[in-house]
């Protein structure tokens, strides 16, 4: 029996996001998210849990990784480094 | 001996026999995720095993502790339900067993947290979560088993078949009880209801409802299956062999 594979995202009681955690099979989406809370969860390791179908997914590929990622690595200004930060602000 | 510890020894055997069964799926479960669900409801039965026996021991009052409970007692000395012993069989058969006991022991710890013992209403206020999710588990094989393909359902079918004749023994009253009343919980009050619950699960999952005549019983006195023996052999090998090991 080849079961779907879901995607497990976890958000820590103190974290704002959810956080891809790893994967499971399953059979549905109610038994990912059981899966999910037995195998992720033991250790308090989350207060919310979403499942997403791996096949629902769409990943940018491999191939175009020149294409989608190479353009930002020369365009320094965008970083937020050319700016003065003004004085007596500490915690920008 | 005290009709408290008596009690206690019960509910602890249960828990106990019910955890040995239930860790054998580890390694073993039909998917790499049922084994450490397994393993955590396993787990979970060990726990509230450990807070019983420590507790009949103290109330028994001779010294004993919880390994002394589990690791030297003979067959003839367990209280368990006969359900809770039987071999685990077929993946299916497994899940039947936890769908009727879960659900037993969800109504029993229900009741017990209001317990004049402090010590049982404390075990079983912790317990009450744990339990409900094993009846969940169990309730999502049951339906999906059940309302799967033809021959998981013919499995899951025969599964509570199976375990159906050993379901009244999880029910009978007796003297122990009523004389602990205010302490114990009366099994044969929330019968009904175990009932319902189990009937509404069986009917979604398009299995039938199981017509036994025959109910076994015995485990309360001691009076168990062949295969209580067996699994106590595997449980208490090493403790009698190596007495007093630590490491």
């Known amino acids: 029996m080849i079961e779907p594979l879901w995607e497990v995202f976890i958000r820590s009681r103190r974290g704002l996001s959810h956080t891809h955690v790893g994967s499971l099979h399953a059979p549905d989406a109610t038994m990912a998210l059981r899966n999910a809370r037995d195998v992720y969860t033991r250790r308090q390791e989350g207060v919310s849990i979403w499942v997403v179908r791996a096949a629902d997914i769409t990943a940018s590929s491999p191939d175009e990784k020149d294409e989608f990622f190479d353009p930002a690595g020369d365009k320094v200004y965008r970083h937020p480094t050319f700016y003065q930060v003004p004085e007596g602000v500490d915690h920008l | ?247």
């Open chain 2, 1 to 247: 001996m005290s009709d408290l510890f008596e009690y206690t020894l019960r509910l602890g055997d249960d828990a106990l026999i019910a955890a040995q069964r239930t860790a054998e799926w580890i390694a073993a479960a039909p998917q790499l995720e049922e084994d450490v669900a397994l393993g955590n409801i396993g787990l979970d039965q060990l726990g509230q095993a450990r807070s019983l026996l420590q507790y009949a021991g103290q109330v028994e009052g001779v010294g004993r502790s919880e390994d002394d409970l589990a690791y030297f007692r003979n067959e003839r000395d367990f209280r368990n339900l006969q359900l809770c012993e039987l071999p685990s069989g077929d993946f299916a058969h497994t899940i039947a067993r936890l769908l009727y006991f879960a659900t037993y022991q969800h109504l029993l710890y229900e009741e017990l947290r209001m317990s004049s013992d402090e010590t049982l209403a404390g075990v079983a206020g912790k317990a009450v979560k744990e339990v409900a999710y094993h009846v969940d588990h169990a309730t999502q094989w049951v339906l999906r088993l059940g309302d799967g393909t033809e021959e998981s359902h013919r499995r899951m079918q025969s599964g509570l078949d199976a375990m159906w004749p050993y379901t009244a023994e999880m029910f009978a009253s007796d003297d122990l009880v009523r004389r602990l009343a205010g302490i114990a919980v009366d099994p044969s009050t929330f019968a009904d209801e175990w009932s319902r619950r189990i009937t509404q699960v069986i009917d979604e999952s398009t299995c039938s409802r199981p017509e036994s005549s025959y109910q076994h019983d015995g485990g309360r006195d001691g009076r168990h299956t062949e295969h209580l023996g067996y699994l106590l052999a595997e449980l208490q090998h090493v403790a009698r062999s190596h007495p007093g090991a630590t490491w």
